[in-house]
C-alpha cells in the first residue's frame, strides 16, 4: 500500500508541475534524441476508441528545426492574403525554434473505423500529447505546444502529406530552460467546473 501512496504521490507532483514553456525562453541545450523516442513511446499509450491510435508525429531535430520553421514562415508568406500578412509574424514564425531542440508536428491521422466519431480521434491524440508533456516534465524539459501560424490551414497538411480526412493539431516545440519554473494557477476554482450528483 505504502508503493502505491508514493507512486500517487508523484503522479500528483508531476501533473502539478506541468507547464507551458515558450520557445523563446529555451536555452538551446539539445535533447537526446533517446529521451524524444522515450516521450514518443508514453504518447504510445494514450487512450484510443476502436484502438485506431490516430496519432501521428513528425520529429524534426538538429538542422530540421530551423529547416521546419523557415518553411512555416515561408507557407504563411505564400498563402497569406497581402492585406493580412503582418511581417512580425512571419518573423516570429521563422525563428520560433531557434532555442528549440526538437519541434513535434502532432497530426490526427483519421482511423479506418468510420464509427469512431473525429472528435474521439482529435481527443486520443490530445491524451497522447498530455502524456508526452508529462514525461517532458518529469525529465525537467521545458515544453510548449503552439497552434499558431498555418497549423490549420490546407497548405501546412499538405506539407507533413497528411490525407484530406487528417488534421494537424499544432507543434510541440522542447528544449530546456534557465529560468525557474512558474507557480501554477488556476483562474476558476474547481467548484465552478464541476456538479456532484
Not at 43 to 65: L, Q, R
Not at 126 to 153: D, F, I, K, R
Amino acid at each position: 500500500m505504502m508503493e502505491l501512496n508514493t507512486t500517487v504521490t508523484n503522479i500528483d507532483k508531476i501533473v502539478a508541475a506541468r507547464r507551458t514553456v515558450k520557445p523563446t525562453s529555451m536555452n538551446g541545450r539539445k535533447i537526446a534524441d533517446e529521451t524524444i523516442q522515450h516521450l514518443l513511446q508514453m504518447a504510445d499509450w494514450a487512450p484510443t476508441h476502436g484502438h485506431t491510435e490516430p496519432w501521428y508525429f513528425i520529429v524534426y531535430s538538429g538542422d530540421k528545426t530551423q529547416q521546419f520553421c523557415a518553411d512555416h514562415a515561408d507557407l504563411y508568406k505564400q498563402f497569406t492574403p497581402a492585406d493580412k500578412y503582418i511581417s512580425g509574424n512571419y518573423e516570429k514564425l521563422k525563428n520560433q525554434g531557434n532555442l528549440a531542440s526538437h519541434v513535434i508536428a502532432i497530426c490526427m491521422k483519421r482511423g479506418n473505423n468510420p464509427k469512431v466519431p473525429v472528435t474521439e480521434e482529435i481527443a486520443a491524440v490530445s491524451c497522447a500529447v498530455q502524456n508526452m508533456w508529462l514525461g517532458a516534465t518529469a525529465h525537467n524539459l521545458a515544453a510548449y505546444w503552439g497552434s499558431g501560424g498555418m497549423t490549420y490551414h490546407f497548405a501546412m497538411q499538405d506539407y507533413l502529406g497528411l490525407g484530406d480526412e487528417d488534421q494537424v493539431l499544432g507543434f510541440f516545440y522542447l528544449g530546456y530552460t534557465d529560468e525557474p519554473v512558474q507557480p501554477g494557477r488556476r483562474l476558476k476554482p474547481l467548484g465552478d467546473k464541476v456538479k456532484w450528483m
